[in-house]
C-alpha cells in the first residue's frame, strides 16, 4: 500500500506528467525529419484486434487514502466497431451498439450501446479500515449508455444495475469531454468531467456501516447509513500518442471528490479520504 503522502506517490504523478510533456514534444520533433506523421488506424476492416499492457495507480478501495500500483492487462476485439469484447475501455466487458445516427458533420454522432461487464469486488483484509467489515463479491454489471459526439465536443449519459454482486446498486453516470489534436492526428489531449449519482443499495453496501460490522470492527465505527444521492464529481486528463499506424501510448490522470453520504462514511471521513486519484500509463498493439 501506498499513502496518499509517500513520496512515492509524489514521483509516481511525476512521472506521469514527464511522459505527458515528453509526448507533446514529440510533436515538434517529426516534422524535423520531413514528413508528416502517420494517421491513425484503419477502421476498414471488419476486425480489429488490440493487445496491450500498462499500471493503473488507484486507492485500494473507494474512499481510501492508501494507493496500489497494479499491472494493467488490455485486450480487445472488435467488429466493425458494433460488437467489441475486452477490457481497453475499462473492467472485462461485451458491448453491443445497437444504433447510431451520423450528424451533418464527419465526427458528428449519436449512438446507443449495451453492454454485460464484472465490477471487482472489496476484500476486508485490503485495508485495516475494512477489517471487521466482512468481504463485498463483484460480479456481473448491466450497462445501457448514449454518446453525443459534435466535432470535438462530446457528453454520455449511462446507467448501470448489478446484476450478480453484493454491492446490488444502481448507478447513473454523466460525462462531458473535449478533445483536440496536438499538431497532427497522431496526439489527441482530451480533458473530462464526470458526475456519478448512487442508489441506496450501492451506497449502504459500500459506504454504509451496520450494526453487526460496527460490533466486529476494533475502530470503534459507529452505526452509518448512507442515502441514495450524488457520490462524487471527477476530471481527468487523457493524451493518446500513436508512435505508428499501430502502436499507441496512453496516459491518464484522474481526480475524483465523493460527496454526501459518501464523503461522510467513517470509512472515508475518519480513516481514508474524500479525494481520490488515479493514474494511468499504458502501450498497446492495433492490427
Known amino acids: 500500500m501506498i499513502k496518499e503522502n509517500d513520496p512515492i506517490v509524489r514521483r509516481c504523478f511525476a512521472s506521469y506528467v514527464l511522459v505527458c ?3 507533446i514534444a514529440s510533436l515538434h520533433v517529426a516534422p524535423a525529419f520531413g514528413q508528416e506523421p502517420e494517421s491513425k488506424p484503419s477502421k476498414s476492416d471488419d476486425w480489429t484486434f488490440t493487445l496491450g499492457a500498462g499500471v493503473a495507480y488507484s486507492s485500494d ?4 487514502n492508501d494507493y496500489d500500483i497494479k499491472p494493467l492487462p488490455l485486450v480487445e476485439v472488435s467488429w466493425r466497431d458494433v460488437v467489441k469484447i475486452g477490457s481497453l475501455s475499462g473492467p472485462p466487458s461485451v458491448s453491443f451498439k445497437f444504433l447510431e445516427v451520423q450528424g451533418p458533420k464527419p465526427k458528428d454522432r449519436l449512438k446507443f450501446t449495451a453492454s454485460l461487464g464484472y465490477v471487482g469486488g472489496r476484500d476486508q483484509d485490503d485495508n485495516d479500515a475494512l477489517l471487521g467489515l466482512g468481504d463485498i463479491d463483484g460480479g456481473a454489471t448491466a450497462k445501457l449508455a448514449v454518446d453525443y459526439q459534435a466535432q470535438d465536443f462530446g457528453m454520455a449519459l449511462s446507467i448501470g444495475h448489478d446484476l450478480a454482486s453484493d454491492r446490488e446498486g444502481t448507478t447513473l453516470n454523466t460525462s462531458v469531454r473535449y ?5 497532427s492526428a497522431r496526439t489527441r489531449l482530451t480533458l473530462g468531467a464526470s458526475s456519478t449519482w448512487a442508489d441506496g443499495n450501492y451506497m449502504e453496501n459500500i459506504f454504509g456501516i451496520t450494526s453487526t460490522q460496527a460490533g466486529r ?3 470503534g465505527y459507529r452505526v452509518y ?3 441514495a444521492g450524488i457520490k462524487d464529481v471527477g476530471a481527468s486528463l487523457s493524451l493518446r500518442h500513436f508512435l505508428t499506424r499501430n502502436v499507441g501510448i496512453t496516459t491518464r ?3 475524483t471528490q465523493l460527496l454526501g453520504d459518501a464523503a461522510d462514511s467513517p470509512i472515508v471521513s475518519g480513516q481514508g479520504d ?3 486519484f ?3 500509463f499504458a502501450i498497446s498493439y492495433r492490427w
Open 61 to 64: 478501495y473507494e474512499g481510501s
Open 217 to 219: 470492527s476494533n475502530l
Open 179 to 183: 478533445g483536440f489534436d496536438l499538431g
Open 253 to 255: 490522470l484522474g481526480y
Open 274 to 276: 474524500a479525494g481520490q
Open 225 to 227: 447509513e448512507a442515502e
Open 278 to 280: 488515479s493514474g494511468l
Open 21 to 23: 510533456v515528453y509526448l
